[in-house]
T-cell receptor, first 110, second 114 residues
């Protein structure tokens, strides 16, 4: 099955700085890569996703890049704000199930 | 309506009890999932239903029994649970399987087994 690794496990940045979270996957058949944000006690919510036929996608302060050859994808958050503090999960899908990374706890320091 | 609704939000049950978790979506999604999430860990897949048929069972103990009465509803029946089964149980749905389609999560049921 698919194996998704995520780094770092914790990340602290100053407000206004950028944050980068990286994931690698093992199954070349994976074709969809969503990123979820989970605030304490709340549900995971999709913040951005990318399909395997696209190399980069941006939505305001959030961007995701995908390198299919190297089997890795990254989340970039620019101009971080305190409300970006949460746990972020990457995921990969090969079909009917989502494989999640181990999560990154992001803290944005005001 | 982009909501996945789970009930109850919180549940405390004894090890001899029988209880059920419920999940409902009205987005026309044909794939529904049960995940278990421990604190500070990623969601861990338990079951996948595709077109109301169980398509994936991730070697989950038989004390967890899923049921999909129709395309909008998903239940998880619980019986003789252990304290280590205490966790957040998340239901999710997606349009059709995992390919290219976002999974929408419910708020979860916080289960405590005493």
């Amino acid at each position: 099955g698919e194996n998704v690794e995520q780094h770092p496990s914790t990340l602290s940045v100053q407000e206004g700085d950028s944050a980068v979270i990286k994931c690698t996957y093992s199954d070349s058949a994976s074709n969809y890569f969503p990123w979820y944000k989970q605030e304490l006690g709340k549900r995971p919510q999709l913040i951005i996703d990318i399909r395997s036929n696209v190399g980069e996608k941006k939505d305001q302060r959030i961007a995701v890049t995908l390198n299919k050859t190297a089997k890795h994808f990254s989340l970039h958050i620019t101009e971080t704000q305190p409300e970006d503090s949460a746990v972020y999960f990457c995921a990969a899908t090969t079909g009917n199930q989502f494989y999640f990374g181990t999560g990154t706890s992001l803290t944005v320091i005001p | 309506d982009t909501e996945v609704t789970q009930t109850p939000k919180h549940l405390v049950m004894g090890m001899t009890n029988k209880k059920s978790l419920k999940c409902e979506q009205h987005m026309g999604h044909r794939a529904m999932y049960w995940y278990k999430q421990k604190a500070k860990k990623p969601p861990e897949l338990m079951f996948v239903y595709s077109y109301e048929k169980l398509s994936i069972n991730e070697s989950v103990p038989s004390r967890f029994s899923p049921e999909c009465p129709n395309s909008s509803l998903l239940n998880l029946h619980l019986h003789a649970l252990q304290p280590e089964d205490s966790a957040l149980y998340l239901c999710a749905s997606s349009l059709e399987g995992g390919s290219y389609t976002e999974a929408f999560f419910g708020q979860g049921t916080r289960l405590t087994v005493v």
